[in-house]
């Protein structure tokens, strides 16, 4: 099984494939973490998306092959991006997972490489520190406030209940 978790920043994509993964016992392939680990000089994330999408989906082809579930963590906005996942996933199980943010809650464009976890100015939260993103309570499938009053979005296609 596929487990695609896609949306744009901040609206709970990584928290969410978080929750599920350690419910679950599955590995999450998530595209910061692809680009980070695989460019971790780059400044901006948009030029190396793609880099990090082809590493990522090879590792999700290979854990597929060998008979593994996995759950991806990826804006997937482009078309090309989504046919490439729905090649890697024609002969398997796959759940797409929308997540959404309403257009007063999305973050600011990604913050440059040095604001990252230990950086100065870093604070660690999910949206930017404007308190966007979804919150998860109870089971998987709903859309939650997040706790600081911002609104996050979930369009669960086909995804059971895990509590």
């Keep these: 099984m596929l487990i695609v978790f896609a949306g744009p920043p901040c609206a709970g994509k990584s928290t969410l494939a978080a929750e599920l993964a350690r419910r679950r016992n599955l590995p999450v392939l998530s595209m910061d973490a692809t680009r980070r680990r695989i460019l971790p000089a780059a400044a901006t994330p948009a030029p190396t998306a793609k880099v990090a999408y082809r590493a ?91 706790p600081t009053g911002g609104h996050g979005g979930l369009v669960a296609a086909g995804m059971p209940r895990t509590d």
């Design 56 to 146: 990522m989906h090879l590792a999700a082809e290979l854990l597929l092959a060998a008979g593994a579930s996995a759950i991806l963590d990826a804006p997937y906005g482009h078309q090309e991006d989504r046919e490439e996942l729905a090649r890697i996933a024609a002969d398997a199980d796959l759940r797409l997972i929308e997540c959404r943010v309403s257009p007063e809650n999305r973050c600011p464009p990604f913050p440059p490489a040095r604001a990252r976890p230990g950086a100065p100015g870093f604070d660690g939260g999910v949206g930017g520190g404007d308190g966007a993103g979804v919150h998860v309570r109870g089971g998987l499938g709903r859309a939650c406030p997040a």
